[in-house]
């Protein structure tokens, strides 16, 4: 049973590996590997916050009430339905839920741009970005003519993994690489890419 299993496990990887080559039209292609922990922390981040946002909801609900009386709106407009407090912790539900889903949506927007897969293939630059239910390709040339190329490094964002390439042609950006650590492996592609020897 287990060399059935292993033997599928290297069938399923097999079978991944000839698609990938298929898709980029050769096997001989370097990729970067990303750090996956700026989403990590922004995720962890907005959790910690949602989360303590949900158990302080009653605050909101105090700050609507207490603001309503301030302007004295029952009074003026003599809507009687605005002194009952029940009215104002529905209204903090309703605004702690819009709130999470507007977050959560601008960080799906932030987590499929930072999402990219950077591949280089024959000096040409691949990347792959999440859109929408498909992908979206992009692909340039390394060795084309006003392609200006900006590196975003430093002692710190060397350590904490958040180096950044940015590939511009007459001001507009064409492409950018995931955030990356540049040692090791993308040491050597961060090399041909710069055209370093």
């Known amino acids: 049973m287990k060399y059935k ?4 496990k290297f069938k399923i990887n097999e079978y991944l590996i000839r698609k990938q080559n298929r898709f980029f039209g050769t096997s001989l292609y370097e990729e970067i590997n990303s750090n996956p922990i700026p989403g990590i922390l922004v995720l962890i981040g907005a959790g910690f916050f949602l989360y303590v946002f949900a158990k302080n909801v009653h605050y909101l609900n105090d700050f609507l009430y207490w603001f309503v009386a301030l302007l004295e709106i029952t009074k003026i407009l003599k809507i009687s339905f605005l002194d009952n407090v029940k009215y104002y912790q529905y209204l903090s539900v309703f605004v702690y839920f ?20 950077l ?16 992908k979206k390709l992009t692909k340039f040339a390394n060795k084309s003519e006003n392609l200006s190329l900006e590196w975003s490094h430093s002692g710190l964002l060397n350590l904490l993994g958040l180096n950044q390439i940015v590939w511009k042609k007459e001001g507009k950006i064409l492409g ?15 090399d041909q890419i710069l055209k370093r020897a």
């Open 5 to 8: 299993l292993k033997q599928l």
């Open 98 to 117: 819009y709130l999470s889903f507007s977050l959560i949506w601008d960080l799906g927007a932030l987590l499929s741009k930072w999402n990219v897969r």
């Open 119 to 134: 591949v280089f293939v024959k000096d040409e630059i691949w990347m792959l970005q999440n859109s929408g239910l498909g």
């Open 176 to 190: 950018y690489s995931p955030y990356f650590f540049p040692y090791g492996k993308n040491k050597q592609i961060l």
